[in-house]
């Protein structure tokens, strides 16, 4: 009789172990397939189960949660949805996210170990601690400013805080409402097809990740190469270049559209935007001057993330003296966002170095209490102090009395360059007006602001479009915002 009570313990010990042995399998070996497996809908109930952290700009929400009653439960909705969408980006139930709500969905959706002091008591409960807070580096005033300056037409806009990188205002035109793609169900797919297929493409982020020619505002980068290099060491000085100037090793003529360009010298060349004289300079200084100069800048890099990432502008390492001379004045294959021109325009506000932009001050739990801050940092020096400022006050002169007058704001120090940058098969687009510039407020001791302008206008007069008449009214009202913070 013990015997076959001890056989009956073997077996039932047996069974246990056989128990066991499943449920750490499914437990723990298989947890990570059966949880990605898409026929299993628990973490995306889960995941909508209650409402996502917000995104704040001057301490106020641009965003919230609504409750949707449905299976998916908390759906994304956005104040002034189309105004901040270049920044938020969407948070879709159908779509998944894009921007911000992309890159802190952790934070946002409260998945992120540094919300909570226990962590791993969450995870065994299977239980999340409240969605945290985006903190952005935006300000409301410049961003409305830089919007309603746009007025809805194809361009974009960034302006930058020179001494730390914060980004203060980053807008594209024409937006969307991201608010069309929370949740789901036939509306949303019909946004989502609807705004992809339209012309305008809304949903591209003109300001990150579109690559316009500079034009003429590139030739700041010339002039700081040719200053550090030496090859001009007095602004004021004549350069001897003809009008036309005769491209290298061609028979093409490279004409002007400003007067008096003759032999005129590189302050001239900067404030009335001569582009002999400073396609002259930028063959001067050489293609390996030209390129370092321009690297040193931002160009050729393709790991800027703030923390979305923003598309590589671009400069030639490898090309004819004829091309060097058009890259040297933002054409041929030059190529720059408008965060990048941005950053040029900062650079030299802020003495020579270049402050490597960013979008999130800090990621708070839903009480506030921190959780991460942003990490500024410099990504090096652009050219020298004493070229900075040689350089501003030549950009002072294009506000004063050169190409770039609208941008002029009375009491503040202003320095901005123009570009009409020509485009397309034998230059027949319409041209894209820029200008980048950068202030100082009376008595304050460094810039407050710098800040690009991009505007394709493509409904404007082809004579009518430049810099100062299209993009420098939009700069001003965006760095009058600045200042009067």
Excluded at 99 to 125: I, K, M, N, Y
Excluded at 344 to 363: F, H, K, M
Aim: proline residues 6%; hydrophobic residues 40%.
């Amino acid at each position: 009789m013990i015997r076959y009570i001890r056989w009956c313990g073997y077996f039932c010990a047996a069974l246990f172990l056989a128990l066991f042995a499943g449920v750490a399998r499914v437990q723990v070996w298989e947890a990570g397939s059966l949880a990605g497996n898409q026929a299993n809908k628990r973490p995306v109930i889960a995941r909508y189960a209650q409402p996502r952290g917000n995104i704040l700009v001057d301490g106020r929400p641009i965003t919230g949660s609504r409750d949707s009653r449905q299976l998916l439960r908390y759906e994304r909705t956005y104040a002034n949805g189309p105004l901040y969408a270049p920044v938020t980006g969407y948070s879709s139930q159908t779509y998944g996210t894009s921007f911000v709500e992309r890159s802190e969905d952790a934070v946002l959706a409260g998945t992120d170990p540094g919300l909570t002091a226990f962590p791993l008591w969450h995870e065994l409960a299977r239980d999340r601690p409240d969605g945290g807070n985006a903190v952005l580096t935006l300000k409301a005033g410049m961003q409305r400013a830089a919007y309603t300056g746009l007025a809805g037409k194809r361009g974009a806009v960034a302006a930058v805080e020179p001494a730390t990188g914060k980004i203060l205002a980053l807008v594209s035109s024409p937006s969307y409402d991201p608010a069309v793609l929370s949740g789901t169900g036939a509306a949303v797919k019909g946004a989502w097809a609807r705004l992809n297929a339209d012309p305008a493409r809304p949903m591209l982020n003109r300001a990150l990740r579109e690559t316009y020619p500079p034009g003429s505002t590139f030739k700041i980068v010339t002039a700081a190469a040719a200053l550090d290099a030496g090859v001009v060491t007095d602004v004021d000085a004549p350069t001897q270049t003809p009008d036309p100037y005769q491209l290298p090793g061609t028979t093409t003529l490279l004409p002007n559209a400003s007067e008096g360009c003759l032999d005129a010298s590189m302050a001239e060349a900067v404030q009335f935007s001569c582009n002999t004289v400073m396609a002259k300079i930028g063959v001067q200084v050489g293609l390996r001057g030209m390129a370092d100069a321009a690297r040193r800048f931002g160009f050729n890099d393709e790991g800027l993330r703030v923390p979305a990432w923003v598309s590589r502008s671009n400069f030639d390492t490898d090309m004819s003296q004829d091309q060097l001379a058009l890259s040297a004045i933002g054409q041929f294959n030059t190529t720059a966002t408008p965060l990048q021109m941005a950053m040029v325009a900062g650079a030299v506000a802020n003495g020579g170095e270049v402050r490597s932009p960013y979008l999130i001050e800090r990621t708070t739990q839903s009480d506030g209490d921190p959780v991460r801050r942003a990490d500024q940092r410099s990504l090096g020096r652009a050219m020298s102090p004493g070229t900075a400022q040689r350089i501003q006050r030549m950009m002072v002169k294009v506000v004063e009395d050169g190409t770039g007058r609208n941008a002029a704001i009375p009491g503040a120090r202003v320095g901005g360059k123009t570009g009409t940058a020509q485009h397309g098969v034998g230059n027949a687009g319409t041209p894209y007006a820029w200008f980048i510039a950068w202030a100082q407020g009376e008595g304050v001791g460094r810039p407050a602001v710098a800040v690009a302008v991009v505007v394709e206008d493509a409904a404007a007069d082809r004579g009518d479009i430049s810099g100062n008449s299209a993009a420098a009214p939009i700069a001003r009202a965006v760095m009058q915002a600045a200042l009067a913070r």
